[in-house]
């Protein structure tokens, strides 16, 4: 676990649907990686995930970067890897696995890179509690010394921009964080992030088999409340080809002597396909169209898993973000 002197867990971001404008913010790319602390102030160099798994195991490659470190030090950045000039998640999951040998020759052929979004500890000084801005000093400080910085501005233009060529960069939105604001661990005050696709993370809760339960035909999707409840928010329709990947994930957590039901009536009439619930321990990421109600209105589309990320923070603040009590309204949109 992170030593003492680090802030920790690192600081989040609250899902808006556009950009912050005014002078009082700073735009940066949201990268598509996972999320690591970096850090020296323990008995050797660790790199943690933000629910404090350990990640150097994982990527070995990333273990040079600890000589760039004043001693007792601690940055927040993504562990990124890029191929063909765009961000490539897909193999970042191929990292997450048992072998050392795969991961020592994946290592080589595609390594990942450390993007420094932010320093929370320099030489044992607690930069984390600086403004913003004497903090993005010292990350551009760090270029000098070999690490890679992420890019920021202050300018919207160049934000939205980013938002435009997003997709083809493998970029996930944009985040804008707070000027004069500190580093605060574990809070979603002072930083907020838009991604131009819908997309959600959800937990598995179940799913659907085929007629025979010779296939899974679809995943059960699930959002938790604020006072811990799943609630059924819709499933996802699994491809013929990705049985197979997705049946060695799901059917260990098959829950049969659990009585949970997410499912809805079918509104066809065609008939009802078997369902069983699973332990809630997995996670995928869905893209979709609309939210009706407390439902997804579409199937969604399933995308990828999110190995790096825990179920319990799959709730309805990532899929519906606040909304803005100081925000025009329809009765206002009527009232003219």
Same mark, same amino acid.
Request: glycine share 8%; net charge neutral.
């Given at each position: 676990?992170p030593a003492?002197?680090?802030?920790f867990p ?9 950009l912050?404008?005014g002078?009082? =913010?700073?735009y940066?790319?949201?990268w598509d990686?996972? !999320? ?7 008995k050797e +160099?660790?790199?943690?995930?933000? $629910? ?9 490659e990333?273990?040079?970067l ?6 007792k030090?601690?940055?927040d950045?993504?562990?990124?890897i890029v191929r ?7 193999a970042?999951?191929m ?6 040998? *795969?991961? *020592? %020759?994946?290592s ?12 929370l500890?320099? $030489?044992g ?8 801005e004497?903090r993005?000093? *010292?990350?551009e400080?760090?270029?000098?010394a070999g ?8 300018d ?11 997709e083809a960069?493998g970029?996930?939105?944009v ?12 809070s !979603?005050d002072g930083m907020?992030k ?15 088999w085929?007629? @025979?339960r010779s ?5 059960l999707?699930?959002?938790y409340?604020?006072d811990?409840?799943?609630?059924y ?6 491809a ?12 260990p957590l098959?829950?049969?002597?659990s ?5 809805e009536p $079918?509104? =066809? ?8 619930p699973? &332990? ?7 893209r979709?169209?609309?939210?009706q109600g ?6 969604t589309?399933?995308? &990828?898993?999110? @190995?790096?990320?825990?179920p319990r923070?799959?709730?309805? %603040?990532?899929l519906i973000?606040p !909304?803005?009590p $100081?925000?025009a309204g329809?009765?206002? +949109?009527?009232?003219?």
């Amino acid at each position: 676990m992170p030593a003492r002197i680090i802030p920790f867990p690192p600081m989040e971001a609250e899902l808006v649907r556009e950009l912050p404008q005014g002078d009082g =913010w700073q735009y940066e790319p949201k990268w598509d990686g996972f !999320r690591g602390v970096l850090e020296n102030a323990g008995k050797e +160099l660790a790199l943690w995930s933000r $629910n404090e798994r350990p990640l150097l195991r994982y990527f070995p490659e990333l273990r040079p970067l600890g000589d760039l470190l004043a001693p007792k030090s601690a940055l927040d950045g993504e562990i990124v890897i890029v191929r063909d000039g765009a961000l490539d998640f897909d193999a970042m999951q191929m990292r997450l696995h048992p072998a050392e040998s *795969r991961i *020592r %020759r994946l290592s080589a052929e595609i390594p990942a890179e450390f993007v420094v979004f932010d320093v929370l500890v320099w $030489n044992g000084e607690p930069v984390w509690k600086l403004p913003l801005e004497e903090r993005r000093a *010292r990350v551009e400080g760090l270029a000098a010394a070999g690490f890679r910085i992420s890019p920021a501005t202050r300018d919207l233009g160049d934000a939205r921009s980013w938002l435009d060529r997003f997709e083809a960069l493998g970029l996930d939105g944009v985040i804008a964080k707070k000027l004069g604001s500190p580093y605060l661990p574990g809070s !979603r005050d002072g930083m907020v992030k838009v991604k131009e696709h819908k997309t959600a993370d959800c937990v598995v809760a179940g799913v659907r088999w085929k007629g @025979d339960r010779s296939a899974i035909a679809t995943l059960l999707l699930g959002l938790y409340r604020d006072d811990g409840g799943l609630d059924y928010v819709g499933s996802a329709a699994v491809a013929a080809r990705s049985r197979a990947e997705v049946a060695a994930k799901v059917l260990p957590l098959l829950d049969e002597s659990s009585d949970r039901r997410f499912s809805e009536p $079918n509104r =066809w009439g065609t008939g009802e396909l078997e369902e069983a619930p699973i &332990r809630p321990e997995l996670v995928v990421e869905v893209r979709y169209d609309k939210v009706q109600g407390r439902r997804f209105r579409h199937g969604t589309k399933l995308i &990828r898993w999110r @190995d790096d990320k825990e179920p319990r923070d799959c709730t309805w %603040r990532e899929l519906i973000p606040p !909304r803005d009590p $100081n925000a025009a309204g329809v009765a206002e +949109l009527f009232a003219s």
